[in-house]
């Protein structure tokens, strides 16, 4: 891939000088701006020094053309939310943050969309969306951060999958900043649409490989604000799986989400926060169940009669229905709250995989094997999206692994994940962190087609250097 060697010699200072006179909509960083910012998920997100933030699409094209013209590294950031270094950025580069691009531009109940600039947070949106009696498809607990154009760019997942897909299935059409500068725009706001290939999708999930977004049409639903929340021992995955199935298929109700933790992670927690589980078997896992209805009082007798019929069926291992809204949302914390643990094992090495959900059983259990292998002190905590089969591993270990026990380590995790059809990074993205994963675990087919696109839209090699695709 041609790279202009350029970008290595610039000055943080010429840098900034150029930019400044690119366009009316362009503030530029320097490094003074940024030192009194935090950098979010990972410490090396601003090492750039200089970062630029346009307040239009076009803003956006003159850098990028600008860059592109002379070799210069663009690393396009979001809420720097991202959790394997994919916002990470080097000296000679370029930041281009979507902060600027924060507008919510038009709300159609009618036709159920939101058309928003990328910088727009989820939070944000969800709030300006609330008044209506509407509601995001897709949530996750960084809502407050991620932006939009960043759960494009990583396909976010988060707790409603299991519903209704990822952010791949919630975007209707948008608007990106190719690497040559020109503007990609696609701002379809219709679901069938059968005209060739959907090329929106090259920049869903490309971690800023092809592209900047800019804009985006999302799909948006009703809110349904009556909801009972529930935590329920189970003794395993298959078990959990079953009472989903049973909340799901109900009458006039709908399941909200569906989390579980394994014993590890729940006991943990629960200790640090002073949360009682007194009425938890000890060996059991936590299943923890969110349903909504048309008014609060269908909503928790739908939930007790359901956990009363699968009691004994089911063999549960105790139970606890919410009695408040303060109450479901201590129990919420048990799941949002997941890094939790960083204080007593700082810079653990946590990975996101998926298997089919009817796998999690014998994907946990040999996964405990295999770690045991690399060293018999090892375990995880494990947590995640039971119903899409997405889980959350972390090592309980102090990190960072290094050399040969990093290789050991993601070997055992990765193993047996895409022979099961799951992936070895469900909604984290590749970065610089998952780049073994990638190479290890995905098809060379699909790799050397992900190199070819990249040839292709950027020649020079700018966007995201050195991350995916390799």
Known sequence: MTKNSSHSTTSATDLITRLSALHPDLAILGPDDLAGRHPGEHPGNFDAGVMAQPGSAEAA?????????????????????????????????????????????????????????????????????????????????????????????????GILAFRNGVMRHQILGLEAVLPSGELFSDLTRVVKVSAGPDLKHLFIGGEGAFGFVTRAVLKIEPERPHRATAMIGVPDAMTALRVVRHFRGLPAVTLEAAEMMWPRYIRDHARQKNVELDWLEETASALLIEISAEDIDTAKLAIETGLEALWEPLGLQGGIVAQSLAQATRLWDLREDSGFYYAEIPDAASFDISVPPTFLDDYVGGLQARLRKVDPAYEAYVYGHIADGNLHLTLIKRGPLVGTELRLVEEAVYTGVADAGGSFSAEHGVGLEKKFGYE??????????????????????????????F
Do not use: Y
Request: glycine residues 14%; contains cysteine.
């Open 61 to 157: 094209a003159a850098l990028v053309s600008w860059c592109a013209a002379h070799g210069v590294g663009v690393v396009p950031q979001g809420g720097l939310t991202g959790l394997v270094g994919g916002n990470v950025s080097h000296a000679g580069e370029v930041i281009l943050s979507s902060q600027r691009l924060n507008r919510i531009l038009s709300i159609e109940p009618e036709e159920m969309t939101a058309t928003v600039e990328a910088g727009v947070t989820l939070e944000a949106l969800q709030q300006a969306l609330k008044p209506l009696g509407l509601a995001t498809g897709i949530d996750l607990g960084s809502r407050g951060s991620a932006t939009i154009g960043g759960m494009i760019s990583t396909n976010a997942g």
């Open 440 to 469: 290890r675990f995905m098809s060379r087919e699909k790799q050397a087609l992900a190199r070819t696109l990249k040839q292709a839209l950027d020649p020079k090699g700018i966007f995201n250097r050195g991350k995916v695709p």
